[in-house]
Nanobody, 123 residues
Framework: QLQLVESGGGLVQAGNSLRLSCAAS????????MSWFRQAPGKEREFVST????????FSADSVKGRFTISRDNAQNTVYLQMNSLKPEDTAVYYC????????????????WGQGTQVTVSS
């Protein structure tokens, strides 16, 4: 059973950067498409960014394009989310998730989820 643990969240001022990490264990990390989702208070969880198994393909939501970059290191069983130019509206709990196949934003296709890490951006 693949287990995912996020880290790197925190409180930052608008305009600053954070890098989230998601460490995987208990499974073959390299066969999974990895994605980041987020859930703001009072809102539904939404798709942020996804990366293919070999990192050749990535896709991000319009709201974060040009600011957030997803990457992965299959040797380290870790996926990252580099978040630059953060805005108060990026405040949310960020989750990483794993799926078989290119699933993008289809949350029901993701079989494995982390516990989340809080990101708070102050204005």
């Amino acid at each position: 059973q693949l287990q995912l643990v996020e880290s790197g969240g925190g409180l930052v001022q608008a305009g600053n950067s954070l890098r989230l990490s998601c460490a995987a264990s208990g499974g073959t990390f390299s066969i999974y498409t990895m994605s980041w989702f987020r859930q703001a208070p009072g809102k539904e969880r939404e798709f942020v960014s996804t990366i293919s198994t070999n990192a050749a393909g990535t896709f991000s939501a319009d709201s974060v394009k040009g600011r957030f970059t997803i990457s992965r290191d299959n040797a380290q069983n870790t996926v990252y989310l580099q978040m630059n130019s953060l805005k108060p509206e990026d405040t949310a709990v960020y989750y990483c998730a794993a799926a078989i196949g290119w699933r993008v934003a289809t949350q029901s296709a993701y079989n494995h989820w982390g516990q989340g890490t809080q990101v708070t951006v102050s204005s």
